[in-house]
């Protein structure tokens, strides 16, 4: 099992969440964070911003479905054809043990 | 040492915290999030649930709670939940897990979140500065 995190755009939050259901990942939590990346920020007009809205999505997925996810999210939450500054990020993570509270059963 | 996530509902909070420091580990990190689980297909637990809030709804003559609901239950919104992430020793996971399932089980079979359990290769304590195991 793994954790995937992806830090988007938060427009492009709702759109990437419908492409993963339609592919059949449902599951997802989504918090909304502030953050900054390799660019330090943007600078506008002499004021540098460097606690820029995203969305981060989790959701953990059984290891055979990540490259189909990741995919999904890479296409979907870019912009312009070749993508641009602060479209995101995608971390991978290992998940030992899942747990779904209602059954109790140790399985995602 | 581990990190353990949980996905609880909103109202069960107290309990979740109550049921951790029982556990005996009182820290933790709690902040609110939304999501959505697994599709529902049991059409039969779907009709009970939907029941069961409507009648929670109370009177509505405009439909909007009806729609809402049948949204919520066929997975299109996404609802809020609390997220708790705990750190812990490897030897205390279970006990943890234990307690969070116990405080949060209701008898609606659906909606009553997720644990995950994953590894953690380092901690550091800020005041102090001493990091692995004792960190934690």
Known sequence: MLMVRAIIRPEKKEEVLSELSRAGFHAATVLDVVGRGKQKGIKISGVVYDEIPKALIMMAIRDEDKEDIVRIILKYARTGDQGAYGDGKIFIAPVDEAYTISSGIPSL | ?136
């Open chain 2, 1 to 136: 040492m581990k990190e353990v996530i949980a996905v609880v509902r909103m109202n069960k909070t107290s309990a979740t915290k109550k049921a951790l420091v029982e556990a005996g580990v009182a820290g933790f990190t709690a902040f609110k999030v939304e999501g959505r689980g697994k599709i529902v297909t049991n059409p039969t637990l779907i009709a009970e649930r939907k029941k069961e809030l409507l009648m929670m709804a109370g009177d509505d003559q405009t439909g909007e709670s009806e729609k809402l609901i049948t949204d919520f239950l066929v997975g299109t919104s996404l609802f809020p939940r609390r997220m708790f992430i705990i750190l812990a020793h490897d030897e205390d996971v279970k006990k943890i897990v234990d307690a969070i399932i116990a405080a949060n089980k209701t008898c609606n079979n659906v909606g009553d979140g997720k644990i995950f359990v994953l590894p953690v290769i380092d901690a550091v304590r800020v005041r102090t500065g001493e990091s692995g195991e004792t960190a934690v």
